[in-house]
Nanobody, 128 residues
Framework: QVQLVESGGGLVQAGGSLRLSCAASGRTFSRYAMGWFRQAPGKEREFVAAISWSGGSTYYADSVKGRFTISRENAKNTVYLQMNSLKPEDTAVYYC?????????????????????WGQGTQVTVSS
């Protein structure tokens, strides 16, 4: 059974940084793309970033490009989201997602609305 567990959220002032982690278990992590989505109160869930199974390609939403960096450490079954220059509009619950299919591209994760597996989410609050 695939499990995704996010951590690293919290309260930070505008301009600050946070690093989110997502620990995966239940299958061979290195064969699967991974992604991050977020959902703010009263809004639909939106794509943030995705990374290919190898880590060789990444894909970002325009709203976070240049500020956020997605990476993965296959030896630790973990994907990260480094968030810099945070803004109040980044406030949301951040979710990690993974597909059922192996070797999905990062772009497919982004435009396809994420994968079949989701974590429970971690709250990020950016104060002005």
């Amino acid at each position: 059974q695939v499990q995704l567990v996010e951590s690293g959220g919290g309260l930070v002032q505008a301009g600050g940084s946070l690093r989110l982690s997502c620990a995966a278990s239940g299958r061979t992590f290195s064969r699967y793309a991974m992604g991050w989505f977020r959902q703010a109160p009263g809004k639909e869930r939106e794509f943030v970033a995705a990374i290919s199974w190898s880590g060789g390609s990444t894909y970002y939403a325009d709203s976070v490009k240049g500020r956020f960096t997605i990476s993965r450490e296959n030896a630790k079954n973990t994907v990260y989201l480094q968030m810099n220059s945070l803004k109040p509009e980044d406030t949301a619950v951040y979710y990690c997602t993974a597909p059922q299919r192996q070797y999905t591209t990062a772009q497919t994760m982004g435009v396809g609305g994420g994968g079949e597996y989701w974590g429970q989410g971690t709250q990020v609050t950016v104060s002005s």
